[in-house]
């Protein structure tokens, strides 16, 4: 039973579009996080959500925009999608906002943009 | 000066050996450290967490923190070619919340 898990797993898309990434937990965390992984492996943290709400949004362009329907769902919309948004984009959750036992990750989407 | 520092090999063992790795993070009021392995095309997946000063062992593997020094290490002791993945450091920043911060991991090559 996955307990982080993100859909879909590869996603090939023109400039231009338009696309959205999906993360559900059933690990009864509180806080939610999308990471970006770049071609050079550094994960970077974009977004974090606590309880449905937005507690840190990291200096990520405004084309990027989170979503929490519910704690245990996490979206991330992309508008207008760039050459360089190309990279892995993780989903990951922790019980509290002290992540004191860390992160669990989902397993990631692959996004191309052509 | 980025946040968390690791040398990004590959390091190279022989099958059997001890792995070293090494990382070192600047903000001297974090508490929380963690190690995760990811294999290439795979999720980070957490190995160990350390809090205080001095060693944790856990199987294999034992972590080692140093607050003084700002210094983290993993030590994978009778290394195998299925522990070839790299190895990434983080630890948690506070502020106004806490989030965790990645080093650019290190990648490791057990040699069979």
């Known amino acids: 039973d996955t307990a982080v898990s993100q859909t879909p797993k590869y996603l090939v898309t023109q400039m231009g579009n338009d696309k959205s990434i999906k993360c559900e937990q059933n690990l009864g965390h509180d806080t939610m996080y999308w990471y970006k992984q770049d071609s050079k492996k550094f994960l970077k943290i974009m977004f974090s959500?606590?309880?449905?709400?937005?507690?840190i949004n990291e200096t990520v362009p405004n084309r990027f925009s989170p979503k929490s329907p519910d704690k245990a769902h996490l979206n991330l919309h992309i508008n207008s999608l760039e050459l360089g948004d190309s990279a892995v984009y993780f989903c990951a959750s922790s019980q509290d906002q002290g992540a004191t036992y860390g992160y669990t990750f989902g397993s990631g989407t692959r996004l191309t943009v052509v | 000066q980025k946040e968390v520092e690791q040398n990004s090999g590959p390091l190279s063992v022989p099958e059997g050996a001890i792995a070293s790795l090494n990382c070192t993070y600047s903000?001297?009021?974090?508490?929380?450290f963690f190690w995760y392995r990811q294999y290439s095309g795979k999720s980070p997946e957490l190995i160990m967490f350390i809090y205080s000063n001095g060693d944790k062992e856990d199987g294999r593997f034992t972590a080692q923190l140093n607050k003084a020094s700002q210094y983290v290490s993993l030590l994978i002791r009778d290394s195998q070619p299925s522990d070839s993945a790299t190895y990434l450091c983080?630890?948690?920043?506070?502020?106004?919340?806490?989030?965790?911060?990645f080093g650019t991991g290190t990648l490791l090559a057990v040699q069979p």
């Open positions: 983080a630890v948690i920043v506070g502020g106004a919340t806490n989030k965790l911060i």
């Open positions: 903000d001297r009021g974090s508490q929380s």
């Open positions: 959500y606590n309880n449905k709400e937005l507690i």
